[in-house]
Structures are given as C-alpha cells and as structure tokens.
C-alpha cells in the first residue's frame, strides 16, 4: 500500500523512479504469492526502463516476471511472454553486469529445458560457466553448477546416470548456496535434492531435505516458498496411506498456488487426483487418456511413460504409481 500511495505521487514522466518503484512493489507482490499482480506491475516496470534505455532495471523486470531466478520448483516449461522478456534483457545486458547475466542466463536455461534448439541450450550452459569464471564466487557457482546440472539432467542421453551425477552435484551447489547468502537459493537447491533423492528410492534423504527447506521457508516467511513445503509434505503422508491428510495438505499447497502459476496447480491437482483413484480406489482406466491429451500438447517422454503405466491395470508396488504422480507433477508439464 505504501509503495502504490509513492507510485501515486510520481509524474509519468519521471520513469526511472516509477520503474524502481514498481520493481519493489512487483518484487513484495510475489512474495505475498500474487504472481498475476506481479506480473503486471513488472511488466510496467520493463516498459518504463525500456523507455530510458536502463538494460539493468529492465533485466530485474524480466527475471521477476519469470519468478526470479529461482522459479517455482514445481514448474512446467516457461511461457513465451516470459521467455521472450529474458531473450531481450540477456541482449541487452553490458558486459559490466555479469552476475544479473548470469542469473537470467539460469533463468532461460531453466525456461528452454523442453526446446528443440539443443544449440540455444548448450550455448546457455556454456555462457553460464564463463560468467561464472568471471565472478569466482559462491552465488555464481550455484546458478552456473544449476545451469549445467539442470540441461544434463533433463536433456541427457542417459537420464539415470544423470540422476546419480545430479545428487552429487545437488550437494556441492547446497554447501556453496549456504555461503553465498541467499536463503531463497538454498530453498531451491535443497528442494531439487529432495526431489532426486526420491527418484532414486533414497527416501530418508528425501524427508530430511524436505525438513531442511521447511526450515528455511520459516525463516523465509513467505507463502511463495511455503507452499512447496506442504507439497512434498502431502505426498509423503499419501506414500505412508494417509490420503485424507495428504490430500488437505495438498489443497492447502494449491490454495496457494493458484494466486503463482494455475496452470500448476491445474496439473498438481489433476494427476494427485489420478494418482490417488488408481493407488486407493483400483480405478486405472481415468490415467490413460488424460496423459494422451496432455501428450497432445508436446513430445515430453515422462507423459509417454505415465500413459504407460496407467494401462498397467495392477501394480503390487504401491510406491510405483506415486513415483510416475510425483515425478511428472515435479518435473515436466
């Protein structure tokens, strides 16, 4: 409120104070898990920097349009409004401004994972360890290690071997986002060992690392980290039997994920449903065709395996089916 009463008392033809301003409000806005609201006032934020020819004001607005360069977790492929916003500040950026370069570069990274230009992605990578030459410090490390470990994990030719390489990695980038300051950095590196760990049936690391980011979500303080949280920790109680408290948990997430990305929270929501008929309720002939019209969408190979194993119309292995639940929801769209 106090930031709309400044904005209200700037002319409009004082851009670079307005454009400052609107970062800070965009920036609270997301915070408070307002991504639509946000959205808009970044956007405004980018046009007025635009206006003056300010390459830094304009790479902040895009990287908060996109959700920082931490992003969601939880997070299909970027739309194209934010993607074409990262494309022009990274463009725009001089070569003064490595490090918000390189968190841009993270960011489309992240945002590109499903495209076919393999060469945009490797030349990302490769521009993401050569900043991270430049700044020699723990922060770079984290978003260049990331970068890298993100593209070979998603992008590799033998997705198993990356997994156990990523764990590895995942505990490197923890220790140096430790010493780099950003509570917001650990939350996100800590969050994606907890998700590997758990492809990897490595379910004691698992919880401890969902542990560990409910801490730092508390000291945090912000209903955009909280909701992860709650997540990973209602897909938990439904692995143990618990579907009446995994559920709640659940829609206490979404609750809260509808006001970030809906789309997400559409599809965390949809498949737990699916998930959760099949594992309690023996219904298996729901998943098959939701995953074919998902499919429909784009070739992404983990739909093409959940369609699989939805015709399977048993599975002794309760945890099998909420493998292909969780992992589809965490990591693709």
């Not at 104070?17 to 800070?24: F, P, V």
């Not at 076919?116 to 990578?125: G, H, Y």
């Not at 490197?172 to 590997?196: H, K, N, Y």
Request: aromatic share 6%; with cysteine.
């Amino acid at each position: 409120a106090h930031l709309r009463r400044a904005l209200a008392l700037r002319s409009d033809g004082d851009a670079a104070a307005r454009a400052q301003l609107l970062l800070e409000l965009g920036e609270q806005q997301l915070l408070a898990a307002d991504l639509s609201r946000a959205r808009q006032v970044f956007r405004a934020a980018g046009d007025a920097a635009r206006s003056i020819g300010d390459a830094v004001t304009l790479a902040r607005a895009a990287l908060g349009f996109a959700g920082g360069d931490i992003g969601f977790g939880l997070e299909t492929n970027s739309d194209d409004a934010s993607t074409a916003l990262l494309r022009e500040a990274l463009d725009a950026l001089p070569e003064s401004e490595p490090r918000l370069s390189l968190r841009v570069v993270c960011r489309l990274c992240y945002a590109q994972l499903f495209t076919d230009e393999e060469d945009v992605l490797a030349a990302l990578v490769e521009r993401a360890q050569e900043l991270d030459r430049r700044l020699g410090d723990a922060e770079s490390q984290v978003l260049a290690g990331y970068t890298a470990l993100i593209a070979a994990c998603c992008r590799s030719a033998d997705p198993a071997g990356a997994l156990d390489r990523f764990v590895g990695g995942a505990s490197q980038l923890i220790d140096a986002a430790e010493r780099c300051g950003r509570e917001d950095l650990l939350f996100r590196m800590t969050q994606w060992s907890a998700v590997l760990h758990y492809a990897l049936a490595n379910i004691p690391q698992c919880e401890r690392a969902i542990e560990r980011a409910a801490e730092i979500a508390r000291r945090l303080g912000s209903p955009r980290f909280q909701w992860e949280v709650d997540a990973c920790r209602g897909y938990r109680m439904l692995e143990r039997g618990d579907r009446e408290g995994g559920e709640a948990l659940l829609a206490h997430a979404g609750a809260t994920l509808r006001r970030l990305r809906p789309d997400l929270q559409a599809l965390m929501l949809l498949i737990t449903r699916l998930a959760n008929t099949w594992i309690y309720d023996g219904e298996t002939d729901a998943g098959a065709p939701v995953y074919a019209a998902i499919g429909a969408l784009g070739p992404w190979g983990i739909i093409s395996a959940a369609r699989t194993c939805a015709t399977r119309k048993t599975s002794q292995d309760r945890r099998f089916p909420t493998l292909v639940h969780h992992t589809v929801v965490r990591c693709t769209s």
